[in-house]
């Protein structure tokens, strides 16, 4: 029996009914390109094997049932499409209450629905199950009464009601690289806004890794929580945004985020910034290079030079850890880092995500992979209590109808 049979076994075993609608909706990797989204910056992204499906049949009654066989619940959770609330028992269910709701004030009409969910996205794995699971719900809900809508209004909604409703700050990489990925390709955003819209270019890159006998694979201890994530990721963004007056002054023009800074430019005055503010200084550096290395990591893929672009994500990873610091109190993140590059086979490695959790993207030889994952584990279980899991993955097609 394949998946999709299952699923819609599943789903009649507990609806007893067939589904009229079934979305496939995968997790993403941030491949490169940290901290730059809220700097009007780049950056490149991918689509996951894994993913979430949801199963859905219309109701008119005004009621969402909603069941996830991740949480093994023995029956549907049950709300209304009057009355939304917050779930504090269930938290992911705030991710569909979310959704519903936005669409409803985005003057959708909705009837109601009864949805079955399954995930082989990691929870916690920093994959973004998230936005998976948010993607799944709002495109199978607006096929479902069949509403057609525009790619990256449909991401926006999606962060909106993460951000409105569930209380997440994301930015819009998780929700647009679900959306905007095809297999075989990263997703190349740029987060300068283009009039009403928060991106002005959407690019899909050629990524045949397999020719080139490599792999990408993601290093997690779920077990390392991200403490610094509330405060240190707010003061990072306050510092980077702080810096544009210095930046007016010193260049005479106008600048309006940190993208408008070129490399040779920030070079030159380097050393003034670092005598105005030496942290700063250190953060501007950070987005200013990296805006240059996903730039650089295009090129590099276009002509199939996996070398070059290994090294960018090596470069990437020691800029995060060094210059924006988002080691910061997590041992595990840098030891991961700094073993990980010396191991054979290492094409390239970098942290992965915000920062201040043990959470690492590696591009690995296949052919060395095995070895690389039991080197890793081996000398991080030396090290600390924690055990790290290893999640491979192929760049794979955004959320689409089954």
């Known amino acids: 029996m394949d998946l999709i049979d299952k699923l819609k076994k599943d789903f009649s075993e507990i609806y007893n009914s067939e589904p009229d609608v079934i979305i496939r909706s995968p997790g993403r990797a941030e491949i ?38 991740t949480f093994k619940l023995e029956q549907p959770i049950e709300f209304s499409l009057t009355q939304i609330a917050k779930d504090d028992s269930n938290n992911w269910s705030n991710y569909v209450r979310g959704i519903v709701k936005i669409l409803l004030n985005q003057n959708f009409s909705l009837t109601g629905a009864d949805i079955f969910l399954t995930s082989s996205v990691p929870i916690s794995g920093g994959l973004s199950s998230s936005a998976a699971l948010e993607v799944a719900i709002a495109k199978g809900m607006l096929e479902l009464h069949g509403y057609e809508i525009d790619p ?111 490399s040779s430019e920030f070079n030159t005055y380097k050393e003034s910034l ?11 550096e950070h987005i200013v290079f990296e805006n240059e290395r996903v730039l650089n990591s295009i090129k590099a893929l276009n002509s199939e030079d996996y070398t070059t672009f290994g090294k960018l994500l090596t470069e990437s990873g020691k800029s995060a850890l060094e210059l924006y610091e988002l080691d910061e109190e997590t041992p595990e993140l840098t030891f991961i880092f700094r073993t990980g590059k010396t191991l054979p086979g290492v094409r390239g490695i970098r942290n992965m995500g915000g920062g201040f959790s043990a959470l690492a993207l590696a591009l690995v030889d296949t052919n060395q992979m095995s070895q690389f994952k039991e080197n890793l584990a081996s000398a991080y279980s030396k090290q600390f209590a924690g055990t790290l899991n290893f999640i491979p993955f192929q760049a794979a097609e955004g959320a689409s109808l089954c």
């Not at 490169?32 to 049949?57: C, E, M, R, S």
């Open 32 to 69: 490169i390109g940290n901290h730059t989204d809220y700097n009007n910056g780049y950056a490149l992204a991918a689509a996951i094997t894994d993913a979430t499906f949801a199963a859905l049949k219309k109701r008119n009654d005004g009621k969402i049932r909603v069941i996830s066989k």
């Open 152 to 262: 990256l209004k449909l991401a926006e909604l999606c962060q909106k009601a993460e951000n409105e409703f569930v209380g997440s700050p994301c930015g819009l990489l998780d929700q647009a690289s679900v959306v905007f990925a095809k297999e075989n390709n990263l997703v190349f955003l740029d987060f300068l806004p283009d009039n009403s819209k928060p991106l002005s270019q959407i690019k899909n890159i050629p990524f045949k890794i397999n020719d080139a006998n490599l792999s990408l694979v993601v290093i997690v201890d779920k077990n390392v929580k991200r403490e610094l994530g509330e405060s240190g990721y707010p003061e990072r963004r306050k510092m980077c945004e702080e810096s544009i007056p210095f930046w007016k002054e010193s260049l005479g023009r106008e600048i309006k985020s940190l993208r408008d800074i070129t």
């Open 274 to 284: 670092k005598t105005k503010n030496p942290k700063m200084c250190m953060r501007v």
